[in-house]
């Protein structure tokens, strides 16, 4: 994936950007709780300013189109009060129709990025209308403007043309430097330049860090390499599970996909989660090893209680079983401490580690265990093996654990991680321009 990338531009003085960022950062109160997608993103945005560029930055925030385009799902919370006869199921949607785009505003972040850059990032209150085009024809040398929240506009994810050519307004020079939604063929990701409305389309640093680092060992890894998946539904990682057990030499298997695993292999799961559909495609991927060389790794003992905890962090009570005895009115939630070793044991012999999905119900510290095991396990290899943490639950348990500065690299996107690690070209990078 030999790409462009901002380095690549000479003379941006004076040149019109746009920008395409991942600034759906987490909110309460309309305060940011986490900054890491702003702070990631500034290495670009520096430049650009730095370099004299007049740069509009656009992003998505939540998902607001579930709003305008189909009535919202109720959660639990609403439905007691509709049951409870408090008020209306249409109430409630009417409801949500005027606070949310208040909550998924992008203000709040253009004010952290005026703070970050001494002021040279202004806000515009829509994104292709009045105030969006007056502000971006106001912007003089090394400033930039953020357009409101893409997703207000229901074009963005149909790749509308006329959409298109009103995003992109006076935009010389695309960049991309959202990983996390470049598995995404919207307007803003792919469109405007596979329609041809802007030609030269390079990527951020954020998304050259992830192509150097995740790609390029996916390509090309240093062995022994090890892949570990984790995670609820084997029909969620169908794909992956195939193409890394092509791609590595160990491929481990833990949260609740192991419990289909397990069943494949004949043994008794209790009330373990099961995607009865897949256990045959188990039972291939079983073969496929086997026939391969390849070593695929499967819980040896298993942590059980009775019930998933509800709320997810209340206290549970656990036994720790083999896991082919798991008693049949029992459920698996974690790895056991024999598996952790085993785990641990495969990482300390490696080169190459790539990680997508938590081994149990992390978010519970009784449950976290194994979780915690594997993230220590890749941190005490830190330095002598590239590790590789392939972005949602799993990036997610390492920050909140302690262990993200012991990462090789800690990918920012989930879903285009996936599908990276599936073999796919992600539309959002197959339309950037290629290095000459």
Known sequence: MNKMS??????????????????????????????????????????????????????????PHSIFSAEVKLNKKDKKKVDAGETTAEAIIEKAKKDEPKKL???????????????????????IGADAKAKRNALKDGEAVLL?????????????????????????????????????????????????????????FLI???????????????????A???GAKVADKLNVISNLLEKCDTLIIGGGMAYTFLKAKGYEIGTSLLDEEKI????????????????????????????????????????????DKIPADMMG?????????LYAEAIASAKSVVWNGPMGVFENPTLAKGTIAVAQALADVYGKCTTIIGGGDSAAAVQQLGFADKMSHISTGGGASLEL???????????????K
């Open 6 to 63: 901002v380095k690549d531009l000479k003379n941006l003085k004076g040149k019109k950007v746009l920008v395409r960022c991942d600034f759906n950062v987490p909110m309460k109160d309309g305060v940011i709780t986490d900054e890491n997608r702003i702070l990631g993103a500034l290495p670009t945005i520096k430049y650009l300013l730095d370099a004299g560029a007049r740069v509009t930055l656009c992003s998505h925030m939540g998902k």
């Open 105 to 127: 505003t992008l203000a709040p972040v253009a004010k952290r990025l005026a703070e970050l850059t001494g002021g040279k990032v202004a806000f515009a209150t829509d994104v």
């Open 148 to 204: 409101e929240n893409l997703r207000f506009h229901w074009e963005e994810e149909k790749k509308d043309e006329a959409f298109c050519k009103e995003l992109a307004y006076d935009a010389e020079i695309y960049v991309n430097d959202a990983f996390g939604t470049a598995h995404r063929s919207h307007a803003s990701t792919a469109a405007i330049v596979e329609y041809g409305i802007v030609k030269t389309a390079v990527c951020g």
């Open 208 to 226: 050259e860090k992830e192509l150097s680092v995740m790609a390029a060992t996916l390509e090309k890894p240093e062995r022994p390499f090890v």
């Open 228 to 230: 570990i998946l984790g």
């Open 280 to 323: 045959d495609y188990c039972k291939e991927m079983l073969a496929k090893a086997e026939k391969a060389g390849k070593k695929l790794l499967l819980p040896i003992d298993t942590v059980v209680c009775k019930s998933f905890p509800d709320p997810i962090d209340a206290p549970v009570e656990v036994t720790t079983v083999d896991s």
């Open 333 to 341: 939630m974690d790895i056991g401490e024999k598996t952790r070793k």
């Open 421 to 435: 690690f599936e073999g796919k070209v992600l539309p959002g990078i197959a339309c950037l321009n290629d290095k």
